[in-house]
């Protein structure tokens, strides 16, 4: 068989392979209930909020337990977040439930992102919750919609809670001080220096209260970050393309690594062969010196 009919033969095969994909990932499409370019992935479905988000919401929680020294109360910081996705043909009478909800639970709509037109819709917000009523409005969020994913996750925050404070009190040690420079006699460009080392600290004291503030029980709240996913009308195009993009993700690097792999198996049989080669007449020419 030429060359030419071969390399006419691989193409065939790696076409043939590329449409029984795609087809297969059409049917995929069209036949599930949830095609793939709805439903987010957990990885990226809030990376747009989380990475604009300028605040954290905390709560606390006060433990009681019988300890050696008598009853002893542990106060406990900690972060917890809540993500769900949902799906639903009814986009606007549930944006009403997941409003209603909100202001059942009396929570705080913190951000909100809106997209999409009429038919493929998507909003994505994030919730502020007291923590009293953090479960209820969680499980009814939940019953909205078609539920199609479902994350919670909390995190203590004692420790860096107790950081803040051990700083704030170093910082207000610092600042003493330095009040107390003020009546010292000195020249007057070291007393504009001490000026500046007292607002400089003044200043993180501020911020300090601020990020300490976040923890207070005033402010105790739990994070619910919701995605309202509107798949009423998709549109047989947008379906078709969707299996096209995916196609594409999959089958070319599948296809590249196959091709590396052959590369360098090839690669791996000429250097041995070419090492044994070398190895034989070596070992020829040494038998040709004895004889």
Not at 266 to 282: E, P, R, S, T
Request: charged share 20%; with cysteine; glycine share 4%.
């Amino acid at each position: 068989m030429s060359f030419r009919k071969k390399c006419f033969i691989t193409l065939l095969i790696l076409l043939a392979m590329y449409i029984l994909i795609f087809a297969a990932r059409t049917v995929y499409v069209f036949t599930s209930d949830t095609p793939l370019e709805l439903v987010p992935s957990s990885s990226s479905v809030y990376s747009n909020l989380s990475s604009n988000r300028s605040f954290q919401n905390y709560a606390s929680e006060k433990r009681v337990y019988d300890g050696l020294s008598g009853t002893q109360v542990l106060s406990q910081k900690y972060e917890r977040i809540a993500s769900i996705s949902t799906r639903t043909t009814s986009f606007d009478a549930d944006l009403a439930h997941v409003n209603k909800a909100i202001a059942d639970a009396q929570a705080v709509v913190q951000l909100n992102n809106e997209q999409g037109l009429p038919g493929n819709r998507r909003l994505t917000r994030a919730i502020g919750v007291r923590p009293e009523n953090y479960d209820a409005c969680l499980d009814t969020l939940k019953s909205i919609g078609t539920l199609v994913s479902s994350t919670s996750q909390t995190t203590d925050m004692t420790y860096e809670y107790n950081q803040m404070l051990a700083q704030k009190q170093e910082l207000e040690k610092r600042l003493e001080s330095y009040k107390a420079l003020r009546s010292h006699e000195g020249a007057v460009y070291e007393k504009i220096s001490l000026e500046d080392k007292i607002i400089e600290v003044e200043s993180q004291l501020l911020r300090q209260a601020v990020d300490l503030g976040e923890y207070s029980d005033e402010n105790a709240l739990c994070t619910i970050n919701i995605t309202l996913i509107e798949t009423g009308n998709v549109r047989i195009a947008v379906k078709i393309g969707e299996a096209f993009r995916w196609t594409n993700s999959f089958y070319f690097p599948m296809l590249g690594g196959a091709v590396t792999f052959a590369l360098a198996a090839i690669v791996f049989v000429k250097a041995y062969g070419l090492v044994a080669m070398l190895a034989k007449n070596v070992i020829d020419k040494k038998r040709k010196d004895k004889s």
